[in-house]
């Protein structure tokens, strides 16, 4: 597996491989997305393209990933001209245990569970069709364009008309369209994608709104994973000591779809083949803290490792002031 991130240094950036304890910088392209149309251009597995290209000097990573570098880790994929180009979506209600955590997020008695069940059910009983079959779609959600990534310790913000904001520690699957629409998978790597539980809570059908959120992504971008099974650790940190942590696991072994049905259902649309385009698309989250009962607070930091998908993700949260006057449109 090659693992890789991207920096930035002011103006300048740069793509490195990771060779632990070490970045190893290429001299160019200075984006993954480059790189990617490369590997397209000459049809060559993007791997091959990572161990052909020249390398520049080697840093240390631990000072880079605490953040004591004058080199800054980025989000490990993004379009480098124009971030409308890259579109940000997930997938729920895919792991055998999604449905325990919905379950105790919106209570039994919440007549929307129903919905919410039946879409689970549906994804255990057809969610994983015999090759070249169709299986039944997932829950499907939009969280907005390119800018909403974050990296590695940059804050995630309740923004000031949320109610709430709580990790969800997720593998998400990174891809570019090529000139004949066709996707093309890059890799994959380790995302929260954050949510507001409690608007959620309200209604099931405040789920898309609550979705439109920033997220964070990375530190590394895996170019081949073994994602059969992975195993992995969620913590949610306060004042330096753990306030909640869990193991999960994710992976096919775990989920009721598949990811070659997950990426059927999402690229079955016109509009997501543009040639082009990135897509980074969250393929769901095992477990939540808010199902256990927790209420993450302003500092409290999120941390979320994935075996194989290289160091932890580490987001601080951020709680903006609620705002009370409603926003006024102007007429033109």
């Known amino acids: 597996m090659t693992r890789v ?3 930035q240094h002011g103006p300048a950036r740069r793509v490195a491989i990771v060779e632990e304890p070490s970045l190893l910088l290429l001299a160019e392209p200075t984006s993954v997305y480059q790189l990617a149309e490369i590997a397209l251009r000459d049809g060559v597995p993007l791997a091959e393209v990572f161990a052909r290209v020249a390398k520049a000097d080697r840093i240390g990573y631990d000072e880079v990933y605490a953040g ?3 080199w800054r880790l980025m989000v490990p994929i993004d379009h480098p001209s124009d971030p409308a180009r890259c579109l940000v979506s997930g997938t729920g209600l895919t792991h055998l245990g999604s449905a ?3 379950d105790a997020m919106h209570g039994k008695t919440d007549a929307e569970l129903t919905d919410s069940m039946r ?3 549906s994804g255990v009983e057809g969610g994983r069709p015999s090759s070249g079959a169709i299986g039944t779609p997932p829950e499907w959600f939009y969280k907005g364009s390119g800018d909403v990534l974050r990296p590695h310790l940059d804050p995630l913000v309740v923004p000031p008309y949320a109610l709430d904001g709580g990790e969800e520690a997720e593998i998400a699957g990174v891809y570019v369209i090529d000139a004949s629409g066709q996707p093309r998978r890059i890799g994959m790597a380790a995302g929260n994608e954050f949510s507001d539980h409690k608007f959620e809570r309200i209604n099931y059908l405040n789920l898309a709104g609550s979705k ?14 073994d994602f059969q099974h992975v195993r992995g650790r969620v913590a949610v940190e ?3 000591s753990v306030l909640w942590s869990r193991e999960i696991s994710t992976g096919l072994d775990e989920m009721c779809h598949s990811v070659a049905n997950i990426e059927h259902h999402h690229f079955k649309f016109e509009a997501h083949r543009r040639p082009g385009d990135l897509h ?3 393929f769901g989250a095992p477990s939540l803290s808010f199902a256990d009962g927790v209420q993450i607070g302003d500092g409290d930091v999120m941390a979320i490792q994935f075996n194989g998908f290289g160091r932890a993700l580490r987001n601080p949260l951020r709680v903006a002031n609620p705002k009370t006057t409603p926003l006024m449109v102007q007429q033109l």
């Not at 439109?212 to 994973?225: F, M, Q």
């Open 100 to 102: 325990e955590s919905r």
């Open 119 to 121: 879409m689970f059910k």
């Open 238 to 240: 306060r004042s330096g």
């Open 212 to 225: 439109l959120r920033a997220c964070s992504l990375g530190p590394e971008l895996v170019i081949d994973p």
């Open 5 to 7: 991130v991207q920096l």
């Open 68 to 70: 004591r570098s004058e």
């Open 280 to 282: 980074v698309h969250f």
